[in-house]
């Protein structure tokens, strides 16, 4: 089984920043995508950032320029670096991590428990 452990969330003031992490219980190269995704009580969680196992990023439109994800294959980290932070960041923050199979019945997804991020304005 796999574990996902989040951790860098806080309170922080908008226009501050915080870094968050994700510490993988084996080896990230074993994903072909990891990702960051927040969820707001009531609402769909929704897709923030994600990094393919070749470091190819994609990014929400509402992030895209001030948060960077990165990953350090040697720690089994991946990061999400937050920057000029809005109270719209709001939410509980989630990695997720996915394996995908020769046919979709093999695919695997994995998630962590999550990290609260809260911007006050």
């Known amino acids: 089984q796999v574990q996902l452990v989040e951790s860098g969330g806080g309170v922080v003031q908008a226009g501050g920043s915080l870094r968050l992490s994700c510490v993988a219980s084996r080896s990230i190269a074993d994903f072909n995508t990891m990702g960051w995704y927040r969820q707001v009580p009531g609402i769909q969680r929704e897709l923030v950032a994600t990094?393919?196992?070749?470091?190819?990023?994609n990014y929400r439109d509402s992030v895209r320029g001030r948060f960077t994800i990165s990953r350090d294959n040697a720690k089994n980290i991946v990061y999400l670096q937050m920057d000029s932070l809005k109270p719209e960041d709001t939410a509980g923050y989630y990695c997720?991590?996915?394996?995908?199979?020769?046919?979709?019945?093999?695919?695997?997804?994995?998630w962590g428990l999550g990290t609260q991020v809260t911007v006050s304005s």
């Open positions: 997720k991590a996915e394996v995908h199979g020769l046919s979709p019945k093999y695919d695997r997804e994995y």
């Open positions: 990094i393919s196992r070749g470091g190819s990023t």
